[in-house]
């Protein structure tokens, strides 16, 4: 039996700037290439060391948590981490939670 593929979200081409942020404090730029409901394809100035998560802050100052996904040279797969509220109070990360752009 054939397997299905899995669909792609569709991304927008976009060329537009954001700055990498941890812990509130940005510690570069990077371009955004293309963006969808659920990740971006990024790349990062030259002089940025990418952890594995951190927080994305568009133009108009909108944070996004972010968690890398894929690695290629200096491009970078992004997904993006929508936070909810658990039953017991405290802050959850939900990767497959679309996001509202």
């Known amino acids: 039996m054939k ?3 899995q669909e792609r979200e569709v ?4 060329h537009q700037p954001a700055w990498i942020t941890l812990n509130g404090v940005a510690t570069g730029e990077c371009e955004i290439m293309g963006i969808s409901k659920t990740g971006a394809k990024i790349v990062p100035d030259g002089r940025t060391v ?9 133009g108009d100052q909108k944070r996004q948590p972010c968690e890398v996904v894929w690695r ?3 491009m970078l797969g992004v997904r993006f981490i929508r ?3 658990p ?3 405290g802050p959850e990360g939900n990767p497959g939670a679309p996001l509202t752009i």
Not at 11 to 14: A, G, K, Y
């Open 11 to 14: 991304r927008r081409i976009r």
């Open 83 to 85: 936070l909810s509220q």
């Open 72 to 74: 290629r040279g200096r």
């Open 87 to 89: 039953k017991n109070g």
């Open 50 to 58: 990418i952890p594995p998560r951190f927080e994305l802050v568009f």
């Open 3 to 5: 397997q299905k593929k």
